[in-house]
């Protein structure tokens, strides 16, 4: 699964791949999220997008890998247990 983020601002951003962890983790058939952080025109040095998920995601302990793509990462959703999430609806 996609999740685009690279036309959206910052705090969006954050708000969208909450969202999409609460409501994709844990489910087996779905293993890995796609999320593009930054397009090919952007200097992803000064991402504050990409500094502000990759916060999110060593806060929430969530692992990662860089993509092929430059500012694509890969989340290994069927890990993560939803029930974890501090921003997850208890």
């Known amino acids: 699964m996609m999740l685009d983020l ?14 999409h962890l609460s409501s994709l983790a844990g489910i087996p058939c779905i293993k890995y999220l796609k999320v593009v952080l930054e397009g090919n025109d952007e200097d992803i040095s000064k991402g504050a997008r990409r500094r502000l998920v990759m916060k999110l995601l060593e ?16 989340i290994r959703l069927d890990i993560v247990d939803p029930k974890s999430l501090s921003f997850a609806k208890k």
């Open 59 to 74: 806060r929430e302990s969530i692992t990662w890998s860089e993509d092929e793509n430059i500012g694509t990462i890969s």
């Open 6 to 19: 690279h036309e959206v601002g910052a705090k969006d951003a954050i708000r969208l791949l909450k969202c």
